[in-house]
């Protein structure tokens, strides 16, 4: 997380990563929407899930957050729940779609800390809901919370889309590398 005072001097794969993060947390946003039309309707939120697992793979993996140690949590439960979600069936590949929440949702509670975004803070919650409703058989309920949770991302990727670059990176001395 970075101090928007701080104005380090970006190159190129900085820029890069900073608009892969962004882009990454709009297309999870996107993705659960989708996931809660497609709940809300009675279809297969499949397709939706399938962009929900890009985007938060896409902003895990170009992630900018000084502790290296939580930035590792954060990293480790969203590929070990790709893995899942592309490689399990059933109660497996839910359970990998919940630890791509749980770093979805890491990545709600660091952005809090910016920002002032009715919901942000419940973020953690509306996933968790919509991951054991969509397990459990309680499409309706998943629904809702996905959509909930995706407007919510989505209005997040909106801010961040008005800042400079720089205030995603900070002072790039702090960094643990």
């Given amino acids: 997380m970075a101090d928007p005072h701080i104005v380090s001097e970006l190159d190129g794969v900085d820029r890069f990563t900073v608009v892969v993060y962004r882009a990454g947390l709009g297309l999870a946003g996107v993705g659960l929407c989708w996931m809660a039309v497609s709940l809300l309707q009675g279809g297969d939120p499949h397709a939706g899930q399938t962009l929900v697992v890009a985007g938060a793979l896409a902003a895990i993996g170009h992630l900018h957050l000084y502790v290296k140690f939580i930035?590792?949590?954060?990293?480790?439960?969203?590929?070990?729940?790709?893995?899942?979600?592309?490689?399990?069936?059933?109660?497996?590949?839910?359970?990998?779609?919940?630890?791509?929440?749980?770093?979805?949702?890491?990545?709600?509670?660091?952005?809090?800390?910016?920002?002032?975004?009715?919901?942000?803070?419940?973020?953690?919650?509306?996933?968790?809901?919509?991951?054991?409703?969509?397990?459990?058989?309680?499409?309706?309920?998943?629904?809702?919370?996905?959509?909930?949770?995706?407007?919510v991302l989505l209005t997040l990727t909106l801010a961040k889309a008005r800042q400079p670059l720089h205030f995603d990176i900070g002072d790039k001395t702090r960094y643990q590398m």
Avoid: H, N
Avoid at 114 to 124: S, T, Y
């Fill in 71 to 151: 930035r590792q949590i954060i990293v480790t439960a969203g590929c070990l729940g790709g893995a899942l979600v592309f490689g399990g069936r059933g109660l497996v590949a839910a359970a990998g779609f919940g630890f791509l929440c749980v770093s979805l949702s890491a990545l709600a509670l660091k952005e809090q800390f910016c920002f002032r975004i009715p919901g942000l803070r419940l973020v953690p919650l509306f996933l968790a809901v919509g991951v054991f409703a969509g397990a459990f058989g309680a499409p309706f309920v998943a629904g809702i919370a996905d959509g909930v949770a995706g407007v």
